[in-house]
């Protein structure tokens, strides 16, 4: 985002035909692993797909960074609740991973209401030489076996498997909109629209209850829980976001359930801008620490906001991501895209923030010199290497050449879903059923 902020350049895309696209097929979420070496999607149809990214090599330096198929395996299946007759969807509503502490890798995926532990790793070897059993499998007769035999390992052709490892399921009423990874590496929490509950990941028939909002008379319900997250660096430090645009800020010290905050974020509202629309644009869909534990970002309908832990009155950053929009809410609230839920995420340094829009737009916001930019993910760009040219959008008036008019965005196309990886400007983006990854230009 220094110098060049126009030029970044598209490195790789995972594109799916879209004469085969189908429901199933548009991507859910997206998540870098802590090293960046690996990249998770998860969609609605319940498949996981994870992207390894290439090794260097000397004859082809320039093909680093590319991101390749790593594994495909199905996480959830559609089920359906009996005593409930609803049908709970296999959508993938969030992938969390765990830090790496062996050959393999752990990851977390949850969609409304059941959380999995997946342990993803590598076979090349095959032991040969049983004794109690022949080459094809089969049991061999006790009595035939005259002579032992020392099993040995033949090497065989690189396979990934994923297992399952943990289920852990019945502890949420309602649907599932977060999971995240507590700093301890022990534990996880997740989180409904009314509860946040605290799990073991070694333990799967028990989970403490941390969070609850659910008043004792449902018709008085005035807000749900959007997103939670473990603070980066201490394990009992906590934040989860509400549908009244509020951001709560807790501590497991102080009590076994949290339902006093140690903290509350909020803006007061501007009554200049009050409409019909304030409370459902106020909500906010997104929550985020920073790398460095210091700031919380949060996003609403039109901006994203960055706060300082340490003063909860007001935003010290406020960003307008299509600010173009106010004057289109009536028709936006007709057809549901008010309701539409965008995510942002932080650079490795915490000085860029990015997040989507309508028009396959995503935006990013440098902190330190307030600079900002537009970019398009499409196909038209997405050859390799290309190069990404800043998009503005015309309001009124004369539209120059290079502009799009607000009246011809497409709003069927959007980016809810990015990710940036953890130390390099590269990112993930996902446009309903593709996904695509950019990288600063390699000079």
């Given at each position: 985002m220094e110098e060049d902020v126009e030029t970044r350049k598209i490195n790789s895309s995972f594109l799916r035909d879209h004469s085969y696209a189908t429901e199933a097929d548009i991507i859910s979420t997206v998540e870098f692993n802590h090293t960046g070496e690996l990249l998770a999607t998860g969609d609605k149809g319940g498949r996981v797909v994870i992207f390894q990214r290439e090794q260097e090599g000397r004859q082809q330096p320039q093909r680093r960074g590319e991101y390749n198929v790593y594994s495909t395996f199905q996480s959830h299946e559609p089920e359906f609740?009996?005593?409930?007759?609803?049908?709970?969807?296999?959508?993938?509503?969030?992938?969390?991973?765990?830090?790496?502490?062996?050959?393999?890798?752990?990851?977390?995926?949850?969609?409304?209401?059941?959380?999995k532990l997946w342990k993803v790793s590598e076979r090349d070897k095959r032991p040969e030489g049983y004794n109690l059993k022949d080459e094809d499998g089969r049991l061999r007769d006790p009595s035939m076996i005259t002579t032992l035999r020392v099993p040995v390992l033949r090497p065989m052709e690189l396979m990934v498997e994923a297992t399952p490892r943990r289920v852990f399921a019945n502890a949420h009423t309602y649907h599932i909109n977060s999971i995240s990874v507590n700093s301890d590496y022990e534990t996880y929490m997740s989180a409904d629209d009314l509860r946040i509950n605290l799990w073991h990941c070694e333990i799967t028939n028990q989970s403490f209850n941390i969070v609850d909002i659910k008043p004792a008379n449902m018709e008085e319900l005035t807000e749900v829980i959007t997103a939670a997250e473990f603070h980066p660096h201490h394990c009992n430090t906590f934040v989860y976001s509400s549908s009244k645009g509020t951001i709560r800020?807790?501590?497991?010290?102080?009590?076994?359930?949290?339902?006093?905050?140690?903290?509350?974020?909020?803006?007061?509202?501007?009554?200049?801008?009050?409409?019909?629309?304030?409370?459902?644009?106020?909500?906010?869909?997104d929550v985020k620490f920073s790398h460095s534990g210091r700031y919380i970002m949060t996003r609403d309908y039109l901006t994203v906001k960055v706060w300082d832990l340490n003063m909860e009155n007001r935003p010290i950053e406020t960003y307008q991501v299509h600010d173009y929009l106010r004057s289109k809410l009536c028709s936006l609230y007709e057809n549901d895209c008010i309701f539409d839920k965008f995510e942002c995420v932080w650079n490795g340094s915490d000085s860029v923030i990015m997040t989507g829009s309508y028009n396959n737009f995503f935006r990013m916001f440098d902190r330190n010199t307030k600079r900002d930019v537009t970019l398009e993910a499409s196909r038209e760009n997405s050859k390799p290497r290309a190069i990404l040219k800043p998009r503005k959008v015309c309001v009124g008036g004369k539209r120059r050449k290079d502009e799009i008019s607000v009246d011809s965005l497409d709003f069927s196309k959007k980016i809810l879903h990015t990710a940036w990886h953890p130390s390099e400007n590269i990112i993930a983006v996902a446009a309903t059923n593709n996904l695509y990854i950019f990288q600063d230009k390699v000079n």
């Amino acid at each position: 985002m220094e110098e060049d902020v126009e030029t970044r350049k598209i490195n790789s895309s995972f594109l799916r035909d879209h004469s085969y696209a189908t429901e199933a097929d548009i991507i859910s979420t997206v998540e870098f692993n802590h090293t960046g070496e690996l990249l998770a999607t998860g969609d609605k149809g319940g498949r996981v797909v994870i992207f390894q990214r290439e090794q260097e090599g000397r004859q082809q330096p320039q093909r680093r960074g590319e991101y390749n198929v790593y594994s495909t395996f199905q996480s959830h299946e559609p089920e359906f609740d009996y005593l409930k007759s609803l049908e709970i969807e296999e959508k993938i509503n969030k992938i969390r991973w765990l830090p790496q502490h062996n050959a393999a890798y752990f990851l977390l995926s949850t969609n409304d209401k059941t959380v999995k532990l997946w342990k993803v790793s590598e076979r090349d070897k095959r032991p040969e030489g049983y004794n109690l059993k022949d080459e094809d499998g089969r049991l061999r007769d006790p009595s035939m076996i005259t002579t032992l035999r020392v099993p040995v390992l033949r090497p065989m052709e690189l396979m990934v498997e994923a297992t399952p490892r943990r289920v852990f399921a019945n502890a949420h009423t309602y649907h599932i909109n977060s999971i995240s990874v507590n700093s301890d590496y022990e534990t996880y929490m997740s989180a409904d629209d009314l509860r946040i509950n605290l799990w073991h990941c070694e333990i799967t028939n028990q989970s403490f209850n941390i969070v609850d909002i659910k008043p004792a008379n449902m018709e008085e319900l005035t807000e749900v829980i959007t997103a939670a997250e473990f603070h980066p660096h201490h394990c009992n430090t906590f934040v989860y976001s509400s549908s009244k645009g509020t951001i709560r800020l807790c501590d497991m010290r102080a009590a076994a359930l949290c339902d006093r905050h140690a903290k509350f974020f909020e803006e007061p509202e501007d009554p200049s801008n009050r409409s019909f629309f304030s409370e459902i644009i106020s909500s906010i869909s997104d929550v985020k620490f920073s790398h460095s534990g210091r700031y919380i970002m949060t996003r609403d309908y039109l901006t994203v906001k960055v706060w300082d832990l340490n003063m909860e009155n007001r935003p010290i950053e406020t960003y307008q991501v299509h600010d173009y929009l106010r004057s289109k809410l009536c028709s936006l609230y007709e057809n549901d895209c008010i309701f539409d839920k965008f995510e942002c995420v932080w650079n490795g340094s915490d000085s860029v923030i990015m997040t989507g829009s309508y028009n396959n737009f995503f935006r990013m916001f440098d902190r330190n010199t307030k600079r900002d930019v537009t970019l398009e993910a499409s196909r038209e760009n997405s050859k390799p290497r290309a190069i990404l040219k800043p998009r503005k959008v015309c309001v009124g008036g004369k539209r120059r050449k290079d502009e799009i008019s607000v009246d011809s965005l497409d709003f069927s196309k959007k980016i809810l879903h990015t990710a940036w990886h953890p130390s390099e400007n590269i990112i993930a983006v996902a446009a309903t059923n593709n996904l695509y990854i950019f990288q600063d230009k390699v000079n």
